[in-house]
């Protein structure tokens, strides 16, 4: 598969990049990508990844979108309230992109879906706020050994975590929380979604060409507030669930 003169100068500031290049260019190209939740984190990280040239996006999101979104979910504007996020997201991809394809898949995802939904994707990306999606989602790419980039925000600080096998999401978050803190109740400032989808999209880029060291195995910790970061090792649970079978 080559490229045309219009992608050589689409993709040029990666073509000259010696970590992508052409060889890398040519696997964002071949990728497919499962966005879980066309929210704050997955907003910023789909317009990357459509504009990096992931070859397929999938978008999984059974929500409209509202006013209340506009804050930081930058794939949608105010004419869009009341429309599917799927449908939008695919509208406005592929206007920034006409050479990526969106499959929108426009239902919540569960346990009992989930290995379907992720099926046949090389990364996942998963910036919803529901420790129930979050935990499936874990399980299907932990038994389907498909990498998962994971970010979280919540008022003035992100997490970003990569998981490819043992440690797992699990791991890091055993149980579900009794009281999980969503970002309708404790708010998040909009900037933030930017950062830490940004950051979900670098790490997923370096995950499928092979650039630098992916955050596999570890969880990035940024606070807005003091404009700080840190990094840490995620501890593997001897008894995990869902990684410790193998
Ligand atoms: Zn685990």
Redesign the pocket.
């Known amino acids: 598969m080559g490229f045309s003169p219009e992608d050589v100068e689409r993709y040029a500031r990666h073509l000259v990049l010696s970590e992508i290049g052409g060889p890398g260019q040519q696997k964002l190209a071949s990728a497919t990508v499962a966005i879980v939740g066309a929210g704050g984190v997955g907003s910023p990280a789909a317009l990357y990844l459509a504009a990096a040239g992931v070859g397929t996006l999938r978008i999984i999101d059974p929500d409209t979108v509202s006013l209340s979104n506009l804050q930081r979910q930058v794939l949608f504007e105010t004419a869009d309230i009341g429309q599917p996020k799927v449908e939008v997201a695919e509208r406005r991809l592929l206007a920034l992109n006409p050479g990526v394809r969106i499959e929108a898949v426009p239902a919540a995802l569960t346990s009992e879906t989930a290995a379907r939904v992720i099926a046949g994707t090389d990364v996942v990306l998963d910036g919803t706020d529901d420790f129930a999606v979050r935990h499936a989602v ?1 399980t299907a790419c ?1 038994a389907a050994r498909i990498p998962l980039v994971s970010g979280a925000l919540g008022r003035w600080s992100g997490q970003l975590g990569v ?1 490819t096998g ?7 978050v055993p149980d579900l929380p009794a009281d999980a803190e969503t970002c309708a109740r404790v708010g998040v400032v909009g900037a933030l979604a930017g950062v830490i989808g940004s950051m979900a999209a670098l790490e997923t880029i370096k995950l499928i060409t092979g650039a630098g060291e992916p955050l596999t195995g570890r969880l990035l910790l940024y606070d807005g507030l003091s404009a700080t970061s840190r990094t840490v090792e995620v501890t ?2 001897p008894g ?5 079978r193998d």
């Open positions: 874990n932990i998981f043992r440690p797992c999401y699990r791991c890091l593997p649970d995990c669930s869902v990684c410790s």
